[in-house]
């Protein structure tokens, strides 16, 4: 089922991205490492985004395959990539406002038999017992995020940091094989931008594989195994930090310092 | 086949009709992001302002013109102390779509014990039959025909050549950069609701002189094939919604000489979902305010 | 107040609390702007009536309509709600798969607007404008449905429905599911970015509450015995939708509310209004339209001071939920 070890977790082959005329994904190769953590990294408006929401499914392909743990997903709908373990999340904030905290990171997870129609018309004691293994695992990432406090407000209510973190751990709650981040240190308070750091080195270390869209180089340099640059829909360069800081034409487009 | 011709004559009338009406429609959201489902009902209001003048004496022509001004004031009025406040609010795109809903049967209740439940028609003097081509059309249906090109070439004009038009479609395309290009984006909306009032209540008129009667229950009904139009134009674009306009009146017309008169509703519904499922941008797609809404 | 008056009361009552939990649970609950929810209604009373009633040539031919298949009770009811759940898939595959959300509401209310003009002008299918008359209702060859212990009867039967369809309702709102239904009411894209379905959620909580808004026309055409296209023009969902923001969406209570204080409410207060205010008799058809306008100020009024209605969506607090206060110490110690 699964692509050999060595092999790439994420691969995308030419994949395009037009829409009303503007080629916001213009023929992007990458192979994203099983178990690293990759930047994905660019000036604005490169594309970034689209791309990420594209590898997700949010977006459909104009163009191109998207392959996931050796398996063709470039048909897939979004939910289906997610339960494959391909999860994303979002630039602008995407958090169920009506619902608290808590119920944020319950939603995510995906072993609850009470999550059908046939589960729920059997009752709660069909599946309060997955609810309280459930709760009690949402319970311990909030603490581990800093939010226990938080976990029966109103996620609208939340600040734009809170936001952010919610959607990681909502993300963690689905027990991912690869993460699609966009952005996640955008807004965070410093202290918690080192928790969630130090939790996605953790999660890399339990071989979890990320792609991470970032602004921050610094953040970027201590993360990031290895980086792929984008400007204008393509790729203009990918490897270590160190490698590309040595190519001139990347230095001049993007890097400073 | 003669019945066939017929049908297209009735069918260009109908595209005149729903063209003068669909064009405001579209604007409206073009430009305000508003599904307007109080148009209809606007038309009718329209339509029985000019028949209390036509009731008075007054030619049915001339009528027109108080027509199209109560459907430009009620249009004003309505988005300025209701639309535009709960727009305002942050109301989201459904919350408006059922507080114009909301509107639409006030409108209506509020219309019936004034005008009463039964139909009304208006005096209209047909004149002589034009022929041409099998196609057999009375004086007064061509002139409906002559209003509507009339009025599209106008919103033509206005739309290509005058500083408001320019200032209409910067406000359709981009409100937050139109004002801060210095572009009076509120006065601009007024005045779009004053200018597709205007057409509501020209529409309302001629629909009533194309149909035998009218009562208060014919505005829901002329909000179909409007939407219709609208929609199989693209969503917020004028010349869309003549093209669809077009479209839907010949097609409902000749559907309605194949099949029976009173499936032509069904009809225009029928395109409206074919329309909405195969095409959802229309013919011809629009940017921006259309990519926001849903 | 007689007993007759009290029988209408609970059993419009009843059906129109089923209705509301239905629109509930696809408006409220999974955002589905279900503008064209009394054709459910409709057709599970259409579906109740051919089916209870004699073959349409009895009591002299006067009217023309299919089947006519003299079920007993349960069936007619059951066929009901089967027929509003029927009528709700091909209706879902094209409106939920394909549009976005302010077009899927605008088709819908465009669909009803039709399908009452067709069934008006199909004069063979359900005889039309006229509709269906003499219905029998359940029970009605062995007790005379003119008696009090019929009223009685109808109104025991109409309370378990009720007590049956809040009890789904409850079950789906409290559950995992119902989260994960306002979760994609919320926010459809990041709901199925965690996995979720939309369209299958959608597809599936609009069958359900086409079945019990099917339920909910099986038991009123029983009682009433008349079901015609004017009994459901396009506006009749509009009240409902009214009552479902007044009463505070997203939850039962709210629905349960909501169907008390509109569809019945208004009913019963414009009951009050005499025949004549000092001296002046109003037009017989004023009242009513006068409702009309009063429910467009209602939704109005309630969407601009009172958004979520008079009983809020719940907040879920789970057990074991740290107080507020109690975290507050911790940190200070």
Same mark, same amino acid.
């Given at each position: 089922?699964?692509?050999?070890?060595?092999?790439?977790?994420?691969?995308?082959?030419?994949?395009?991205?037009? &829409?009303?005329?503007?080629? !916001?994904?213009?023929?992007?190769?990458?192979?994203?490492?099983?178990?690293?953590?990759?930047?994905?990294?660019?000036?604005?408006?490169?594309?970034?985004?689209?791309?990420?929401?594209?590898?997700?499914?949010?977006?459909?392909?104009? !163009?191109?395959?998207?392959?996931?743990?050796?398996?063709?997903?470039?048909?897939?709908?979004?939910?289906?990539?997610?339960?494959?373990?391909?999860?994303?999340? &979002?630039?602008?904030?995407?958090?169920?406002?009506?619902?608290?905290?808590?119920?944020?990171?319950?939603?995510?997870?995906?072993?609850?038999?009470?999550?059908?129609?046939?589960?729920?018309?059997?009752?709660?004691?069909?599946?309060?017992?997955?609810?309280?293994?459930?709760?009690?695992?949402?319970?311990?990432?909030?603490?581990?995020?800093?939010?226990?406090?938080?976990?029966?407000?109103?996620?609208?209510?939340?600040?734009?940091?809170?936001?952010?973190?919610?959607?990681?751990?909502?993300?963690?709650?689905?027990?991912?094989?690869?993460?699609?981040?966009?952005?996640?240190?955008?807004?965070?308070?410093?202290?918690?931008?080192?928790?969630?750091?130090?939790?996605?080195?953790?999660?890399?270390?339990?071989?979890?594989?990320?792609?991470?869209?970032?602004?921050?180089?610094?953040?970027?340099?201590?993360?990031?195994?290895?980086?792929?640059?984008?400007?204008?829909?393509?790729?203009?360069?990918?490897?270590?930090?160190?490698?590309?800081?040595?190519?001139?034409?990347?230095?001049?487009?993007?890097?400073?310092? | 086949?003669?019945?066939?011709?017929? =049908?297209?004559?009735?069918?260009?009338? /109908?595209?005149?009709?729903?063209?003068?009406?669909?064009?405001?429609?579209?604007?409206?959201?073009?430009?305000?992001?508003?599904?307007?489902? /109080?148009?209809?009902?606007?038309?009718?209001?329209?339509?029985?302002?000019?028949?209390?003048?036509?009731?008075?004496?007054?030619?049915?022509?001339?009528?027109?013109?108080?027509?199209?001004?109560?459907?430009?004031?009620?249009?004003?009025?309505?988005?300025?102390?209701?639309?535009?406040?709960?727009?305002? *609010?942050?109301?989201?795109? $459904?919350?408006?779509? $059922?507080?114009?809903?909301?509107?639409?049967?006030?409108?209506?209740?509020?219309?019936?014990?004034?005008?009463?439940?039964?139909?009304? /028609?208006?005096?209209?003097?047909?004149?002589?039959?034009? @022929?041409?081509? +099998?196609?057999?059309?009375?004086?007064?249906?061509?002139?409906? $025909?002559?209003?509507?090109?009339?009025?599209?070439?106008?919103?033509?004009?206005?739309?290509?050549?005058?500083?408001?038009? *320019?200032?209409? @479609?910067?406000?359709?395309?981009?409100?937050?950069?139109?004002?801060?290009?210095?572009?009076?984006?509120? @006065?601009?909306?007024?005045?779009?609701?004053?200018?597709? +009032?205007?057409?509501?209540?020209?529409?309302?008129?001629?629909?009533?002189?194309? /149909?035998?009667?009218?009562?208060?229950?014919?505005?829901?009904?002329?909000?179909?094939?409007? $939407?219709?139009?609208?929609?199989?134009?693209?969503?917020?674009?004028?010349?869309?919604?003549?093209?669809? =306009?077009?479209?839907?009146?010949?097609?409902?017309?000749?559907?309605?000489?194949?099949?029976?008169?009173?499936? *032509?509703?069904?009809?225009?519904?029928?395109?409206?979902?074919?329309?909405?499922?195969? @095409?959802?941008?229309?013919?011809?797609? *629009?940017?921006?305010?259309?990519?926001?809404?849903? | 107040?007689?007993?007759?008056?009290?029988?209408?009361?609970?059993?419009?009552?009843?059906?129109?609390?089923?209705?509301?939990?239905?629109?509930?649970?696809?408006?409220?609950?999974?955002?589905?702007?279900?503008?064209?929810?009394?054709?459910?209604?409709?057709?599970?009373?259409?579906?109740?009536?051919?089916?209870?009633?004699?073959?349409?040539?009895?009591?002299?031919?006067?009217?023309?309509?299919?089947? #006519?298949?003299?079920?007993?009770?349960?069936?007619?009811?059951?066929?009901?709600?089967?027929?509003?759940?029927?009528?709700?898939? %091909?209706?879902?595959?094209?409106?939920?798969?394909?549009?976005?959300?302010?077009?899927?509401?605008?088709?819908?209310?465009?669909?009803?607007?039709?399908?009452?003009?067709?069934?008006?002008?199909?004069?063979?299918?359900?005889?039309?404008?006229?509709?269906?008359?003499?219905?029998?209702?359940?029970?009605?060859?062995?007790?005379?449905?003119?008696?009090?212990?019929?009223?009685?009867?109808?109104?025991?039967?109409?309370?378990?429905?009720?007590?049956?369809?809040?009890?789904?309702?409850?079950?789906?709102?409290?559950?995992?599911?119902?989260?994960?239904?306002?979760?994609?009411?919320?926010?459809?894209?990041?709901?199925?970015?965690? #996995?979720?379905?939309?369209?299958?959620?959608?597809?599936?909580?609009?069958?359900?509450?086409?079945?019990?808004?099917?339920?909910?026309?099986?038991?009123?055409?029983?009682?009433?015995?008349?079901?015609? %296209?004017?009994?459901?023009?396009?506006?009749?969902?509009?009240?409902?939708?009214?009552?479902?923001?007044?009463? #505070?969406?997203?939850?039962?209570?709210?629905?349960?509310?909501?169907?008390?204080?509109?569809?019945?409410?208004?009913?019963?207060?414009?009951?009050?209004?005499?025949?004549?205010?000092?001296?002046?008799?109003?037009?017989?058809?004023?009242? %009513?339209?006068?409702?009309?306008?009063?429910?467009?100020?209602?939704?109005?009024?309630?969407?601009?001071?009172?958004?979520?209605?008079?009983?809020?969506?719940?907040?879920?607090?789970?057990?074991?939920?740290?107080?507020?206060?109690?975290?507050?110490?911790?940190?200070?110690?």
């Amino acid at each position: 089922m699964s692509a050999r070890p060595d092999e790439p977790m994420l691969v995308a082959r030419d994949v395009h991205r037009h &829409f009303e005329g503007m080629r !916001a994904v213009d023929g992007v190769s990458i192979d994203v490492p099983r178990g690293k953590i990759t930047g994905l990294i660019g000036p604005n408006g490169a594309g970034k985004s689209t791309f990420l929401a594209v590898l997700a499914g949010t977006l459909p392909a104009s !163009a191109g395959t998207i392959t996931f743990e050796g398996q063709d997903i470039s048909r897939l709908p979004t939910y289906h990539r997610a339960r494959r373990g391909l999860v994303r999340t &979002f630039q602008l904030p995407s958090e169920f406002s009506q619902l608290t905290v808590l119920e944020n990171l319950l939603v995510a997870a995906p072993d609850n038999r009470g999550d059908s129609l046939l589960g729920a018309l059997l009752g709660k004691r069909y599946w309060g017992d997955d609810e309280l293994r459930l709760v009690d695992q949402a319970r311990s990432l909030l603490k581990r995020f800093g939010m226990t406090a938080k976990e029966s407000d109103y996620a609208g209510t939340m600040s734009g940091g809170q936001k952010r973190l919610i959607e990681i751990m909502r993300a963690l709650m689905l027990r991912p094989r690869c993460l699609l981040l966009d952005e996640p240190m955008s807004g965070v308070h410093p202290r918690i931008v080192d928790e969630i750091k130090y939790y996605l080195q953790s999660l890399r270390a339990d071989g979890l594989t990320i792609l991470m869209v970032e602004h921050e180089l610094h953040l970027v340099e201590q993360l990031c195994d290895s980086v792929v640059v984008m400007a204008q829909g393509k790729v203009i360069g990918s490897g270590t930090m160190a490698a590309l800081r040595r190519q001139q034409e990347i230095v001049d487009a993007y890097l400073v310092g | 086949m003669d019945l066939y011709v017929a =049908a297209l004559g009735f069918g260009l009338i /109908s595209v005149s009709v729903i063209a003068i009406a669909a064009v405001g429609f579209t604007m409206q959201f073009g430009i305000t992001n508003m599904i307007n489902l /109080s148009y209809g009902e606007v038309m009718m209001v329209s339509g029985y302002a000019a028949f209390y003048v036509n009731q008075a004496g007054v030619n049915i022509w001339v009528a027109l013109i108080p027509g199209a001004l109560v459907g430009a004031v009620l249009s004003f009025l309505l988005n300025r102390f209701l639309y535009a406040p709960f727009q305002r *609010k942050g109301t989201n795109h $459904i919350g408006m779509v $059922i507080v114009s809903l909301a509107a639409s049967l006030m409108i209506a209740n509020l219309m019936l014990p004034i005008v009463g439940y039964y139909t009304s /028609s208006y005096v209209v003097d047909q004149g002589p039959l034009l @022929r041409a081509n +099998g196609l057999v059309l009375t004086t007064a249906q061509i002139a409906i $025909i002559a209003v509507a090109v009339i009025l599209m070439l106008a919103i033509h004009g206005l739309l290509r050549y005058t500083r408001l038009g *320019k200032a209409m @479609r910067a406000t359709a395309a981009n409100p937050t950069l139109a004002r801060n290009c210095g572009i009076p984006t509120q @006065r601009v909306i007024d005045v779009v609701w004053l200018i597709t +009032g205007a057409l509501c209540g020209v529409a309302g008129v001629v629909a009533g002189m194309n /149909s035998e009667n009218f009562s208060v229950s014919s505005g829901a009904a002329y909000l179909i094939p409007i $939407i219709a139009a609208a929609v199989l134009g693209g969503a917020g674009q004028p010349y869309g919604a003549m093209i669809g =306009a077009l479209i839907i009146g010949i097609v409902t017309e000749l559907s309605a000489a194949a099949i029976a008169p009173e499936y *032509k509703e069904v009809v225009a519904f029928g395109m409206l979902v074919l329309v909405m499922v195969l @095409r959802p941008q229309g013919l011809l797609a *629009k940017r921006g305010a259309m990519a926001a809404a849903g | 107040m007689n007993s007759y008056y009290a029988a209408t009361l609970l059993v419009y009552a009843g059906v129109d609390i089923i209705a509301c939990i239905a629109l509930n649970l696809q408006f409220g609950i999974s955002g589905i702007v279900n503008f064209s929810f009394i054709i459910f209604q409709a057709v599970g009373a259409y579906a109740a009536a051919v089916l209870s009633m004699p073959p349409d040539t009895a009591n002299g031919g006067y009217q023309v309509y299919v089947g #006519g298949f003299q079920l007993p009770f349960p069936l007619p009811w059951i066929g009901g709600a089967l027929a509003g759940g029927l009528l709700a898939i %091909p209706v879902g595959l094209v409106v939920l798969r394909k549009l976005r959300t302010d077009y899927q509401a605008i088709a819908l209310l465009v669909l009803s607007v039709i399908a009452n003009s067709v069934i008006t002008n199909a004069r063979p299918f359900l005889n039309g404008a006229a509709g269906i008359a003499q219905v029998p209702g359940p029970f009605s060859d062995q007790i005379d449905p003119l008696t009090q212990s019929y009223q009685l009867l109808y109104v025991g039967l109409t309370l378990p429905c009720v007590l049956l369809v809040w009890l789904v309702a409850s079950r789906i709102v409290n559950s995992p599911y119902g989260r994960s239904l306002r979760a994609m009411r919320d926010h459809e894209v990041a709901a199925s970015a965690l #996995g979720k379905n939309p369209v299958r959620m959608k597809m599936t909580i609009f069958i359900v509450g086409g079945i019990i808004g099917g339920l909910s026309g099986a038991i009123l055409v029983g009682y009433i015995a008349v079901w015609a %296209p004017s009994e459901w023009l396009y506006p009749e969902t509009i009240i409902l939708f009214a009552a479902v923001i007044v009463g #505070g969406r997203a939850n039962n209570v709210g629905a349960i509310l909501g169907a008390l204080l509109v569809p019945v409410g208004f009913e019963e207060v414009t009951r009050l209004i005499p025949g004549t205010i000092a001296g002046w008799v109003p037009p017989p058809n004023l009242i %009513p339209a006068m409702q009309w306008v009063a429910i467009g100020l209602l939704i109005i009024g309630f969407l601009w001071f009172r958004p979520q209605g008079v009983r809020p969506e719940p907040r879920r607090v789970f057990e074991g939920s740290p107080d507020a206060e109690e975290v507050d110490r911790v940190r200070t110690a």
